[in-house]
């Protein structure tokens, strides 16, 4: 049984970098106590002779050779970023919350 | 306020824990196909992979994976057989894709060690983890008051950086290093530069970025069995630093706690410029990272025999070279640590392999080449002189061509630029005159110009016969041999030496 609080869904939002009011914390605390229910629902049928699996294929060690491959120029590069400046992404600033 | 440091530690005990986060040297990057060049101009290494845009898959770089391997070889690890990259998920703009790829709970090497040198005493430095993770962007931080991170209006970031393979090697807490933590911590971090070096994994450049190490320090009352609260200090970029940072930590960390302060869990930066930390953002704890297996990655299970393979491959380790050299060199431990300070070891011994006895190897370079390192700020390998030519002016010293006086000479024209050791000679004229004749000449001239000195050799003063020699040597402006020429001067004045 999970029960998830206002409190954890706020501190999710804070980690996501998400602003929700009061109502959007309620709300979405019920919608992920239902996703978190559903999940579970996998504990009860997953057996001993079951091991947890990550990935669906039954694959390892795929690798590539340490060559090097053509970049993308950086005109290129940029094309899609909402703000650049020297050549480089520009980004809002970090930290604002904390600094 | 801060504590002095011989107090601090009259109070308390240091434990310390190190992080040291090393840029492998692949060709391209950890999961995609870009160049690692460092200082490339801004964005010009990145694809759809490392920019993180839509569909793109990583694949790990089997080169990273085995320099891992080894690495945790070298540092005595267990290697697992089988284990998984994780996601760290953060919002933060250094990673495009808003998560790291790296490990969690399944690294690739653990539990191992390196033991360290310090003070004559060696400690032992318990290594927990070694795992595979992937570099981040490099952020410049626009406008505000400082150029740093608070305060500043807006970032700038350049992806070069993001996607080479990173290695992050932890150790377990170390207690018991008392008064010499900020060396020993010093001296781990200049071991693993040294392991990383014999290995070829990295360039291993601090400088540069390519070894970094953060410190972590907590303390405790003298007696007490209960760790205090660490702190961690970021990217710690220089040798000296690291054991700064130990020391001013523990300072100001021991003043705290006697003005009955708290520690608080935190992360801090470390000041070049005052060599002191001041705080940074409180630490995210593990669970907030949101760590999941990498679905885009499958998992890795090295081969057992592969494994053996490359252990079997190791190369000689730096500890085990340096006991084998002071052996075959027959030095004291405070030569070595010279030595070993001085970064002198490759240079020596690349100088013996080509021909010089180890003495005349260690004096050179240790000596005369050594001085002028300290005068230039220059890194004694970084001098433009070779191995091959300190061996030549030792043999040129050794067959009698020059004396010690002269090889210095020439020593000062290889590092002006004047060429190799022999076109210096031929250059400068710096023969020691062998001819007999000519030597011979001089100092008919000297016993002419010095009589009252000669006749004292003659009535059996024959320490007067020193000044004699002198005389020979400032008209042969430094040339002659000085041994034959005492000799001759006795001849000629009918005395035996």
Same mark, same amino acid.
């Given at each position: ?21 009061? !109502? /959007? ?35 390892? $060690?795929?690798f590539r050779a340490d060559e090097v491959r053509q970049s993308l120029t950086p005109e290129l590069a940029l094309a ?13 600033? #970090?930290?604002? /919350?904390?600094? | ?7 601090? &530690? ?47 898959? @990583? ?19 267990? #290697? ?58 490099k952020s410049t931080h626009v406008g505000g008051a400082t150029g740093r991170i608070h305060g500043a209006d807006y ?38 530069? /040294? ?20 410190? $972590? ?23 000296? =630093? ?14 705290? &706690?006697?003005?009955?302060?708290? #520690? ?14 001041? =705080? ?21 299970? @090295?081969? @057992?025999?592969?494994?053996?393979? &490359? ?20 030095? =004291?431990?405070? !030569?070595?640590?010279?030595?070993? $300070? ?26 005369? &080449? ?25 043999e040129l010293v050794a067959s009698g061509a020059l004396n010690d006086k002269l090889a210095r000479e020439v020593l ?9 050791? !022999? ?12 001819? /007999? ?17 000669? !006749?004292?050799?003659?009535? +059996?003063? #024959? ?6 020699? +002198? ?27």
């Amino acid at each position: 049984m999970s029960a998830i609080t206002r409190d954890e869904v706020a501190h999710l939002a804070r980690l996501s970098r998400l602003a929700l009011t009061g !109502d /959007e914390l309620d709300h979405y605390a019920t919608q992920l106590d239902a996703i978190i229910e559903a999940v579970a629902k996998v504990a009860e049928v997953a057996a001993e002779d079951v091991p947890p699996s990550s990935h669906a294929l039954p694959l390892t $060690n795929v690798f590539r050779a340490d060559e090097v491959r053509q970049s993308l120029t950086p005109e290129l590069a940029l094309a899609g970023a909402p703000a650049v400046e020297d050549d480089r992404f520009r980004v809002p600033r #970090i930290l604002g /919350e904390e600094a | 306020m801060t504590m002095v440091y011989d107090e601090a &530690l009259d109070a308390f005990e240091p434990v310390l824990g190190l992080e040291t986060h090393v840029e492998l040297g692949t060709r391209s990057k950890m999961f995609c196909g870009c160049k690692t060049t460092f200082g490339a101009p801004p964005n010009t290494q990145v694809c759809p992979t490392c920019l993180a845009l839509p569909g793109a898959l @990583p694949t790990a770089n089997t080169m990273a994976i085995e320099s891992t391997i080894r690495i945790g070889l070298a540092l005595n690890c267990s #290697i697992a057989e089988w284990c998984r990259f994780a996601r760290k998920n953060y919002f933060y703009p250094d990673m495009p894709k808003n998560y790291q790829i790296s490990q969690y709970d399944e690294p690739l090497c653990f539990d191992g060690y390196v033991d360290v040198e310090v003070d004559g005493r060696t400690v032992r430095i318990e290594i927990e983890r070694v795992h595979l993770e992937e570099d981040t962007g490099k952020s410049t931080h626009v406008g505000g008051a400082t150029g740093r991170i608070h305060g500043a209006d807006y970032s700038i970031v350049d992806y070069n950086r993001a996607g080479i393979p990173l290695v992050e090697i932890v150790t377990k807490p170390i207690p018991g290093t008392d008064r010499l933590a900020p060396e020993v911590a010093r001296a781990y971090v200049t071991e693993l530069r /040294e392991i990383m070096r014999s290995l070829g994994v990295s360039d291993v450049r601090m400088e540069e970025g390519s070894l970094r190490c953060d410190v $972590n320090v907590s303390l405790m009352p003298r007696g007490a069995s209960e760790w205090g609260t660490r702190t961690e200090t970021k990217n710690v970029n220089s040798l000296r =630093s690291v054991e700064r940072a130990v020391r001013s930590e523990i300072e100001r960390q021991a003043g705290v &706690l006697a003005d009955g302060g708290k #520690i608080v869990q935190e992360t801090r930066h470390f000041h070049e410029d005052t060599g002191t930390t001041t =705080s940074g953002r409180s630490k995210e704890e593990a669970q907030d990272y949101r760590y999941f297996p990498e679905p885009d990655l499958v998992p890795i299970a @090295p081969d @057992p025999a592969w494994v053996a393979e &490359l252990k079997a491959a190791l190369p000689e380790l730096p500890s085990v070279r340096r006991k084998r050299l002071q052996a075959e060199w027959g030095l =004291s431990d405070l !030569d070595m640590q010279a030595m070993h $300070n001085a970064d002198a070891f490759d240079l020596v011994e690349a100088t013996v392999a080509a021909g010089a006895p180890p003495a005349d190897a260690r004096k050179w370079w240790m000596g005369e &080449l050594a001085r002028r390192a300290n005068e230039t700020g220059t890194p004694l390998a970084d001098l433009p002189i070779t191995p091959a030519d300190i061996a030549r002016v030792t043999e040129l010293v050794a067959s009698g061509a020059l004396n010690d006086k002269l090889a210095r000479e020439v020593l000062e024209g290889v590092l002006a630029g004047e060429g190799t050791p !022999d076109e210096v000679v031929e250059k400068r004229g710096l023969q020691i005159v062998n001819d /007999e004749g000519e030597l011979s000449a001089i100092i008919d001239q000297v016993l002419a110009d010095n009589a009252d000195a000669a !006749d004292k050799v003659r009535s +059996g003063k #024959i320490a007067a016969a020193g000044a004699l020699v +002198g005389g020979v040597m400032r008209a042969s402006k430094g040339k002659a041999d000085a041994a034959r020429a005492r000799q001759l001067i006795l001849e000629k004045l009918g005395v035996s030496g």
